[in-house]
């Protein structure tokens, strides 16, 4: 008796998430098919059934993950510095890298630094300036409504946008790389500190990271 399609659209969203959350703890390279299907508990042979590689199913998981992420949900919020910062000190974990919720875009960009996979450097591409490009958006919009201390020239919001790009994922790299839990707190606070100083952010709100991190060590 053939399966239904609601069955085979089951069975499709549980090879996928099985894969995102492999992917996001592992990068591509360090897991296989049979993982996959092991943690979704299927059968090996399942899986052509879906998806005709293991690229295939990443390419599936990328997109996933991007529609699924807070930085689609940014894109819809409003232009405020609340929701900015929001993003910022959320997004990729940089109050705690162990509250781990969702995989984001951060997983791709961190697991597959360095691949020589050519699909893998279409993707992370992708992945970095659609980040880019979402960032000098919020940014530009900010400043042309005068709620960022500084002119909204292409240069200088491209470049804003990337190094708060590479102090998040730099220190999420970092941070992941550490096994001691607060010397990581305190590198994601540093950078969620310089995150503020690039977009000229009070000294009200840095006073506040303060109080996150004293919360942090009495928690």
């Not at 001691?180 to 952010?201: C, D, M, S, W, Y």
């Amino acid at each position: 008796m053939p399966y239904s399609k609601t069955h085979k659209l089951q069975s499709k969203d549980r090879i996928l998430k099985s894969a995102t959350e492999l992917f996001s703890r592992y990068g591509f390279d360090k897991v296989s098919i049979s993982q996959i299907m092991k943690l979704a508990r299927m059968t090996h042979g399942a899986f052509y059934a879906h998806f005709e590689s293991k690229e295939a199913l990443y390419n599936a998981s990328f997109f996933e993950t991007l529609k699924r992420s807070r930085a689609a949900r940014l894109v819809k919020g409003p232009f405020s510095i609340k929701h900015l910062t929001t993003f910022v000190t959320d997004y990729l974990n940089l109050r705690d890298p162990k509250r781990h919720q969702e995989p984001g875009p951060e997983a791709i960009l961190f697991n597959e630094i360095g691949s020589d996979n050519d699909e893998i450097q279409r993707l992370y591409e992708k992945s970095y300036l659609g980040l880019k490009e979402m960032l000098e958006t919020r940014i530009t919009a900010l400043s042309k409504l005068n709620k960022l201390p500084f002119k909204a020239d292409k240069e200088t919001v491209a470049e804003k946008s990337r190094a708060i790009i590479a102090s998040m994922v730099g220190a999420m790299a970092i941070a992941k790389s550490i096994p001691h839990e607060e010397e990581q707190r305190n590198i994601l606070l540093t950078a969620q500190k310089q995150i503020f100083t690039i977009l000229g952010v009070s000294e009200n709100d840095l006073h506040d990271l303060s109080d996150q991190s004293q919360e942090y060590r009495t928690s």
